[in-house]
């Protein structure tokens, strides 16, 4: 199967209060669920979570390959 392009959109929410009234421990248990939820939906999908760490852009598969993405098409 050829591999699309087509970006995988999420939509989260639910909080119980604004992210600038978080504690930080609060915040890095916001932040773990929403990568988990996105890992779920891309995964499903046979899909790539892509994100960016010191200024490079990666993909990470659902076999646990992570690449870096060297070109944007």
């Known amino acids: 199967m050829e591999n699309q392009k087509t970006p995988l959109f999420l939509r989260y929410g639910g909080a119980a209060k604004d992210s ?7 915040l ?16 499903f999908k046979g ?7 010191n200024g490079k852009v990666y993909e990470e598969w659902p076999d646990g390959t992570v690449i870096e993405r060297t070109k944007i098409a």
């Open 28 to 43: 890095e248990q916001a932040a773990a669920s929403i990568l988990r939820r996105a890992k779920e939906k891309a995964f």
């Open 20 to 26: 600038s009234e978080m504690t930080k421990e609060e």
């Open 47 to 53: 899909r790539p979570i892509i994100f960016s760490e």
